[in-house]
């Protein structure tokens, strides 16, 4: 927010795996951590690296972040606009990710595996930097917003439906995704990577099955919904979000 009433560079330095950095958007929140807002503007310069400062990231914002890095990399590779660049960062961060955040989860204080998996989202962050936000995005925001939900445990649900909905229209690119992730199912794949942080349900995170009908109006209107190479309708989205209550 800094940089962006003031026009001066932002050099971030992560401490988890989201891949905001790379980005010109930002959110604040108060000291109790509740979102106040958010905007666009920022001038980002420069972006340093260091792994010890996620040693002791706790599992499940390892495991929430690292599923959100993942979600970039999918989103990259199908959404509307997506192009080669992007596509060659996307391909190695989702590789890296699958490869290493089980290592991390079963040996978080072991830094060439943290190391690694900080190397796969920062080459998300940069898919993301060149590309944009699908359906599954669009989801996960839509339900953090309204309930105040993990964004990294949002998308962890949210992605693997986007997957499933999405692999008819852009078949190519999801079996890409697949591929980097060694699976022949990257849906089933990175449910099991979610599984990892205690991410299998909607309910499970106190989502009212009675609000799914009215947050799948939502979900449609939202950039990344607009974006996505197969347009949902609400209806589609509210089936979506059942697969996953």
């Not at 920022?42 to 690296?49: K, N, S």
């Not at 080459?123 to 989801?139: E, I, N, P, R, V």
């Not at 799948?216 to 996953?244: C, F, M, Q, W, Y």
């Amino acid at each position: 927010a800094a940089s962006a009433a003031s026009g001066l560079p932002l050099v971030s330095v992560p401490t988890t795996y989201s891949g905001a950095e790379w980005t010109v958007f930002f959110g604040v929140r108060d000291p109790d951590r509740r979102l106040q807002g958010g905007g666009s503007g920022a001038h980002p310069t420069g972006i340093v690296y260091e792994p010890e400062l996620t040693l002791e990231l706790p599992r499940a914002e390892t495991v929430g972040t690292a599923l959100n890095a993942l979600a970039h990399c999918a989103e990259a590779l199908y959404v509307d606009g997506h192009n080669s660049e992007a596509d060659v960062e996307a391909l190695a961060g989702a590789q890296l990710i699958a490869r290493w955040l089980p290592q991390v989860v079963e040996r978080p204080r072991e830094r060439e595996a943290r190391t690694e998996l900080l190397l796969g989202a920062c080459h998300a962050g940069a898919a993301l930097g060149k590309s944009f936000l699908a359906l599954g995005h669009a989801m996960a925001q839509a339900l953090g917003g309204r309930y105040g939900l993990p964004h990294g445990a949002m998308n962890a649900l949210a992605l693997p439906p986007a997957l499933r909905f999405n692999a008819e229209a852009a078949p190519a690119a999801v079996a890409r995704f697949g591929a980097a992730l060694e699976s022949d199912d990257p849906a089933q794949r990175v449910e099991e990577l979610a599984r990892l942080g205690g991410f299998e349900r909607l309910r499970d995170f106190g989502v009212p099955e009675e609000d799914l009908h009215e947050l799948a109006g939502t979900v449609v209107e939202r950039a990344g919904a607009k974006a996505n190479p197969r347009r949902a309708s609400a209806a589609d989205v509210e089936k979506l979000l059942r697969s996953i209550w």
